[in-house]
């Protein structure tokens, strides 16, 4: 096979693996509560799971969880492409323990992209202007309306000072644990009518 058909094969490959997570986006308007129902009880539960690996792995993560004035947390986002790639999570914004509403984060990425990986993100909002500035948003960019801080841990194993000092602090985590080299900036978030 020549080097045309290659890159051309391999591109169009790529945007049939964007094509196909960009349709597994997409909501209907027509669901029934049972339906709604159903969906926001899996994402709460799957919610309840990803902090809680959060508080078991990273020391001085609860504390700041018991500071911060709202916290996003997308149990599942799945991530995945060749070439061109893609990644999308539903999760819920829960604010002193009760639930505010429930969102979908969605991005897009270009270059060296192959595979596909599923994490947790958690999105803690410390401050009271950068929370109310997050729910008045009619969709919020990370990087753009705010700064996302990648939370680091410190020699002593906990969240370190510098991090916690931030309006805004991300937390992405495998089943491997916390990872470090990764980037939410151009995530886009929107509110889900669940």
Not at 20 to 41: L, V, Y
Not at 43 to 48: E, K, R, S, T
Not at 100 to 114: E, I, K, N, P, Q
Request: net charge positive; hydrophobic share 40%.
């Amino acid at each position: 096979m020549n080097r045309r058909n290659f890159v051309t094969r391999m591109a169009g490959s790529g945007l049939l693996v964007a094509t196909a997570m960009a349709a597994g986006c997409t909501t209907t308007g027509s669901s029934d509560s049972k339906d709604a129902a159903a969906r926001r009880q899996e994402i709460d539960a799957g919610a309840d799971g990803a902090l809680n690996r959060l508080f078991t792995s990273v020391n001085g993560s609860r504390e700041l969880a018991d500071k911060a004035q709202g916290i996003l947390v997308f149990p599942r986002v799945l991530a995945g492409g060749l070439v061109i790639g893609g990644e999308y999570g539903d999760g819920v914004l829960r604010s002193k323990g009760a639930n505010v509403g429930y969102y979908r984060t969605l991005a897009a990425s270009f270059g060296l992209t192959a595979g596909g990986q599923s994490r947790s993100v958690i999105i803690m909002f410390m401050t009271p202007e950068a929370y109310n500035k997050f729910l008045q948003a009619k969709g919020w960019t990370a990087g753009v309306d705010a700064s996302v801080a990648l939370a680091k841990v410190g020699a002593n194993g906990k969240v370190d000072t510098v991090t916690g000092q931030q309006p805004v602090i991300g937390f992405v985590q495998t089943n491997a644990g916390l990872m470090f080299d990764v980037s939410l900036d151009g995530s886009k978030i929107s509110k889900l009518d669940l």
